[in-house]
Each structure stands twice: as structure tokens, then as C-alpha cells.
Nanobody, 124 residues
Framework: QVHLVESGGGSVQPGGSLRLSCAAS????????IAWFRQAPGGERERLAV???????LIAGSVKDRFTISQDNAKNTVYLQMNSLKPEDTAVYYC??????????????????WGQGTQVTVSS
């Protein structure tokens, strides 16, 4: 069983930065991609970024100029660096893991494992 634990959320003023972490209990050979999603109150879940074990990445156009995704395989951890945060970035942020390789980059890919989420609030 794979467990994903997000951390790094919190409250920040507009224009600020946060780095979210997603620690996987076992980034095993069966798992080869991790993605970040968010969901605002009353809104739909939005995929933000995906990274594969081979370091292929995909960033959603809506955050491409402000968010980056990276990983530390030795720590089984994936990061989401968020800069120039806006009030509309307020949401619960989730990480998810899958085993689809480059197919994880597809919009239709369904991730197998999900974390519990971390709240990000951007407000002055």
C-alpha cells in the first residue's frame, strides 16, 4: 500500500511563495509518476503538474509561469514550487501517484493513489 503525505501548505500573502512536498511511503518500481492537483471550494479538481520517474514534466497552462514541479528520488518526494501566488490559488492541494509512465502526462490518466491534501490560502 502506498501512502502519500502532503506538507508545506499554509497562509501566504498575494505575491508570496510556498513549496509543497509530497512524500511517498514507497516510490516503488510500480509507481513512476506523481501529480499535483487542487480543488477550490465549490470548484472542480484541477490538475496542475505531473512528473515522471524519468523527469518528464507537464505544467498546466494556467500556472505554467508560476509553478514548477521537481523530485528527489532518494527521498521519494515530489515538490511543487509555487511563486507569485494569487488569491485564486486558494484551494486544497493534493498529490497523486500512478504507474503509467509517460501516459501519466495524458489528461485522461487516472491516478491510483491520493494524499489527504494540504490547504493553501492566499489572502492579504
Amino acid at each position: 500500500q502506498v501512502h502519500l503525505v502532503e506538507s508545506g501548505g499554509g497562509s501566504v500573502q498575494p505575491g508570496g511563495s510556498l513549496r509543497l512536498s509530497c512524500a511517498a511511503s514507497a516510490y516503488t518500481d510500480s509507481l513512476d509518476c506523481i501529480a499535483w492537483f487542487r480543488q477550490a471550494p465549490g470548484g472542480e479538481r484541477e490538475r496542475l503538474a505531473v512528473i515522471t520517474r524519468g523527469d518528464s514534466t507537464l505544467i498546466a497552462g494556467s500556472v505554467k509561469d508560476r509553478f514548477t514541479i521537481s523530485q528527489d528520488n532518494a527521498k521519494n518526494t515530489v515538490y511543487l514550487q509555487m511563486n507569485s501566488l494569487k488569491p485564486e490559488d486558494t484551494a486544497v492541494y493534493y498529490c497523486a501517484a500512478g504507474s503509467g509512465g509517460v501516459y501519466c502526462l495524458s489528461d485522461s490518466y487516472s491516478f491510483n493513489y491520493w494524499g489527504q491534501g494540504t490547504q493553501v490560502t492566499v489572502s492579504s
